[in-house]
């Protein structure tokens, strides 16, 4: 992917001032490396998304990647897409993101459509999608506008479509809490992160990433209007929902 040479070394020197973390074009430079080494299972769960786009893409409808990023998720559910009439619709709000998935998707060579767009995702209609997939991105929505956003998904779903919600997830207890912490501070010492980095990343990332318990997903899920969800994958502090119609 654009970008994947870089290796992330945004928080390796001490700053005195910590502006909030936001997807600009350094970000964007160091992306993949970021995401590998600091979001556990990140790869398997791409990797498995197919295997859901399988079970609930459907012919004539469209396929909604929001929050596409450098277009991962729209890159691993593209091959499951080949069937009549089926688009993917790719949205990310930071121009450098975006220009970075085109420039993903016009190396690959597969016979699906996809619109890769600019805007917020707030304001995009979602329409006839059979599919739509929220890949660590809900957690960037300001939490009173979430329930709204996940509402307007669900009107526009088909039936039989379904929602993919993946999420960095807090916890009810001091113990877990602790505990999926600590897991996740060693997974990031493991590849290579110092105690500075992973400290100012952290608090880079305060203000504008606000995390919520499994519990709370899976109550706005169903005031939302849909039928059920199953945790389908975790690894740590990290995780994915299937929400259905």
């Not at 069937?83 to 998935?101: E, F, K, R, T, Y």
């Not at 519990?215 to 209007?225: C, I, V, Y």
Request: glycine fraction near 6%.
């Amino acid at each position: 992917m654009s970008g994947s040479g870089l290796r992330d070394q945004l928080y390796a020197a001490p700053q005195a001032q910590l502006p909030d973390f936001c997807f600009d074009d350094r970000v964007v430079a160091v992306f993949p490396d970021m995401i590998r080494r600091s979001v556990p299972g990140y790869a398997q769960l791409i990797a498995l998304l197919g295997l859901l786009a399988a079970r609930y893409v459907q012919p004539h409808s469209r396929v909604y990647d929001l929050g596409c990023s450098l277009g991962a998720a729209t890159l691993a559910l593209r091959p499951h897409c080949q069937l009549p009439g089926c688009q993917i619709v790719a949205i990310d709000s930071a121009a450098a993101m975006v220009a970075g998935c085109r420039a993903n998707l016009a190396a690959t060579d597969l016979p699906v459509p996809v619109a890769v767009q600019c805007a917020d995702i707030r304001a995009v209609p979602i329409e006839q999608a059979s599919l739509v997939v929220l890949n660590f991105t809900l957690q960037f929505i300001p939490p009173a506008d979430r329930l709204v956003l996940l509402q307007r998904i669900r009107a526009g779903l088909l039936p039989g479509g379904a929602l993919l919600l993946s999420e960095k997830i807090c916890f009810d207890t001091a113990e877990e809490t602790e505990l999926q912490l600590a897991l996740h501070h060693a997974y990031k010492r493991a590849n290579g992160y110092s105690e500075l980095e992973i400290s100012q990343k952290r608090s880079a990332l305060e203000r504008v990433m606000i995390p919520e318990t499994l519990a709370a997903h899976q109550t706005r899920l169903q005031e939302a209007g849909f039928a059920g969800s199953s945790l389908w994958f975790q690894c740590f502090n990290f995780m994915s929902l299937v929400a259905w119609v």
